[in-house]
């Protein structure tokens, strides 16, 4: 079975390498453009990682198949509102699609949230990636009616989804 764990700071490879395929397969779904992503250099992941594992209000997971082949990528962070976590860069390979890892990842964030005393978990889905809100939907997401550009491609938007817990 595919097992969850949370990254730590000589994960920067790991993180890297998954965070590069999430973009190539799934270019409209995330804010960073993959061109952008590739210009990092090794010395910049690692930094991105060791800042991540080392702050209290962000984690990232990986999801890895038994061979140990990172298959799933999640992020969760507290902002400006500490009542709320968000669930960001949310992405599953397509080998390992349609087994329930995506709807693990999110109870993995979730999980976290509420250990954090957070009562609400939002996220932002890009408008007409249908599969993925239909996940959220029946993780217990609803549509909360704000939208704003993709980041990445401004001629394409985004919903906002929150659950609370």
Known sequence: ??????IGPDDWSTFRDIRLAALADSPTAFAVPLAEAQQRTDAEWEAMVRD?????????????????RAVGLVTAFI?????DAELVSMWVSPTARGEGLAARLV?????????????????WVTRG????QRLYEAA???VTGDHQALP???C????RMVRSH
């Not at 990232?60 to 140990?68: L, M, S």
């Not at 902002?79 to 009542?83: K, W």
């Not at 109870?107 to 996220?123: C, H, K, P, Q």
């Open 129 to 132: 990636n249908d599969p993925a």
């Open 107 to 123: 109870d993995v964030v979730v999980a976290w949230a509420a250990e954090r005393g957070t009562s609400t978990v939002s996220l």
């Open 79 to 83: 902002g400006d509102d500490p009542d």
């Open 1 to 6: 079975m595919t097992s969850i764990r949370e």
């Open 152 to 154: 990445s491609d401004p």
């Open 52 to 68: 991540r594992c080392a702050s209290e209000t962000s984690a990232t997971w990986v999801a890895e198949h038994p061979t140990g």
């Open 156 to 159: 394409k938007d985004e919903i």
């Open 140 to 142: 217990g997401f609803a």
